[in-house]
């Protein structure tokens, strides 16, 4: 059997379900380098779910971990693309590159005022809280009795959920200990989130939003013209769902409620407002509802109502993420992705040879989890036609690792980063909780070469 040799760049989702649909086709012997810049594997399901969420970080121990323990399957962790090792050395040295980076990058309001400290992106805040090394020097100001997160989809819905759960709550979680520590000290008792469209359109899906239905202590309400028993209207069926959860959330009565999320849809901030830091902002009313997405305006546009102000000291940017260009790959300005067909990344109307994507970095920061496993199938498919028609080039030395080893680069293996769960895992159960994240990278290298 022919043998193929494919280097996979990012080991979150994506990546991981790259490497099932590798392992699982029969026409090739296939060797696989799975590298990765952190000393840890698994992307997002590390550093995006929510703490709150253990069962959507399952699929990590019950499937991914398996992948990594093939003979034919390498983790090349601590490693980054671009600066250890380049675009070009990868090509020369695999038969193929899938590219599975993901996006790390995030949409900006392009609103007056929106660089002032106190306003940052929901990422960043997403990541703060889950421990990713490169943002737990992040400070938030949670002084203030009022956040406003801008967007409504689940980002947005984490973001309210991680801001107004009870501390007794966070603590039961792999909540990073600075977030921990910073959270159960928050004077924020109220989150405000903005929807520039109507509640009809809303991007969150319903089982994020019956979470708010579950939460101790926090009231939650609907600003909302839009809002119609399912009965009444036209919509889908995922939609009509969404409406009667809105119901249950507007009707529901919290016994002495001690904090409070409060959903105001066509609203859109046209300003930030404060000088040193923000104190609030400008949020000017829409008319209307069931404007298609085609059709929205930009944040910041003019709209049809009287503006008026919010206060606040704390404003998060929920509104979309959005990939980062990678030296030497075409990239899509406009939609932020590499350019590809299918998987197979282009170089204008011609592909480029042995170089594939999946996942966001290809489609878009669209779907869950599970979204990436037919994305990812798809572009396999497309490198195993290629591989079948002899148009990928035939590897058989191994450059890539004697480099690294040349550059005295510290490389987490799988059993390193074994060795870092183990730690992880044994400092949260001391204290009652399912682990302790190691958010330093010399803290990581340290416990994976132990």
Known sequence: MTSLRVAVVGSGPAGMYAIQHLLEQSL??????LFERLPTPWGLVRAGVAPDHPEKKLIADRLFRFFLKRDNVRFFGNVEIGSDISHDELTASYDAVVYAVGASDDKPLAIP??????SCSAREFVAWYNGHPDYRHLQFDLSGPR???VGTGNVALDVARMLT??????ARTDIAEHALEALQASHVNEVIVLGRRGCQQAAFHNPELEELLHLDGVEVQIEAD?????EQTDADWDTRRKLATLIRLQ???VAAPVKRIVFKFHRSPIAVSGDTHVTGVQVQTRVGSGSPRSGLPRYGSP???????IDCGLLLRAIGYRGRALPGLPFDLQTGVISNVAGRVMDGSVPRTGVYVT???RRGPRGVIGSNKQCAAETVGCLLADARAGKLSRRSDDPVAQALIANQRQVVSFGGWQRIDRTERLAGSARGRPRIKQTDIGELLTSAGR
């Not at 709209?303 to 102000?309: H, L």
Request: no cysteine; hydrophobic share 40%; aromatic share 6%.
């Open 28 to 33: 090739f012997d296939v060797d696989i380098d």
């Open 113 to 118: 005022g929106e660089r002032l400290p106190g």
């Open 147 to 149: 956040a406003v997160i």
């Open 165 to 170: 759960l009870p501390a007794t709550a966070l």
């Open 226 to 230: 839009d809002l119609l028993p399912p």
């Open 251 to 253: 009707a529901r009565r």
């Open 303 to 309: 709209g049809s109502g009287s503006p008026g102000t």
């Open 359 to 361: 996942g966001w970095i």
